[in-house]
């Protein structure tokens, strides 16, 4: 056989004999019917509307590469948008999926910069990341390192860089400056404290009481926490008025309610509050006083619209390459998760929209177990 291909590419050109093996690659790179994925084609709860699907996909054309994923996780994004009830909606019948992590199998002719073999994330949203296999133009995939985790990269398009922008682009902080959060152990909480860490900057966080609040606590702290309070503690507080700590100059809100006016209340004058979430589902609310006498700014930050307005920036690849580096170094790890085999995904599903926010587990698709 080797003396047979020999005979065959000798007389050829480089060029042509390279064309001749990737074609080969392509032609053995799917097996059609292992390609597997979710769909739903009404809004609803995800376990009601939900199903799976085996598709056959063909080999990539000259500007394409298929794509295997690897991992994909779940975020309240994704549940929020089966439901109908998210600002970003891909027409239906859709695969669900934001995030995840894939391995390139096959290119097409055209292709350049990416190889078989590299790892990529979706560049872009509603990229459908909840299937075995697809094919991608590839100016909608990124690659990233090889050196950065497979669970790492899965996850490295919303919460990193949701931590990241809002520390960046609302305060112009600097060593030293305090940033205060509620949603303390959340997966964006986990890594606004890495990056504090990592920024030297202080960071003061909130999070809900519950039985084993020490071992919270401990592990908050183990990441370069400078305190952990409770509801409870954040209201009776004098870390600022003692000077222990200087005010924070801003505040990272994803409760909303009263957790929030609690936050809020540790602003100086002139200090902003960014909202990201509502894990509450309570309104934000805010005093009178705060607005008038302090000056107080409140601010709204959307991942997704941000992707959207900055999808060919140096920014953004000046971001991705930091935090790339950031996991590569040690200097931030991915939050506690559980790995979900996809054939299981309605654990997933079910458990990831946490109304009390007591978990702290971020649920990942496994789907190389379908």
Known sequence: ??????????PLSRSIAKNLLVARQMNTAIKTESVKSLFYKEYGE?????????????????????????LAPVNPADINTIQGKYPSKPPLPAIPGNEGVG??????????G???GDKVIPNGVNLGTWRTHANYKSEELLKVPKDVGTVEASMLNVNPCTAY???KDFVPLVPGDTVIQNGGNSAVGQIVIQLCKAWNYRSVNVVRDRPDIKELKDYLISLGADEVLTEDEIRKTQIFKSKKLPSPKLALNCICGQNAVEVMRH????????TYGGMSREPLTVATSALIFKDITLKGFWMTAWTKANMNSQERIN????????????KLKAPPHKLVPFC??????????????????KYILDLTKP
């Open 114 to 116: 990416l190889n078989v």
């Open 165 to 167: 922008r809002m520390l």
């Open 103 to 112: 391995e390139i199998i096959a290119i097409g002719s055209d292709v350049k």
């Open 1 to 10: 056989m080797v003396i047979c291909i020999k005979k065959l590419v000798l």
């Open 319 to 330: 971001m991705y390459n930091e935090l790339g580096a950031l996991f590569r170094d040690k």
């Open 46 to 70: 995800p376990v009601d509307v939900l199903h799976f699907t085996t598709q056959t996909i063909n080999q990539p054309e000259s500007n394409q590469v298929s794509v295997k994923w690897l």
């Open 267 to 274: 602003l100086p004058h002139g200090g902003i509050m960014v």
């Open 344 to 361: 299981q995904y309605q654990e997933a599903v079910t458990n990831v929209l946490n109304v009390n926010g007591k978990t702290g587990v």
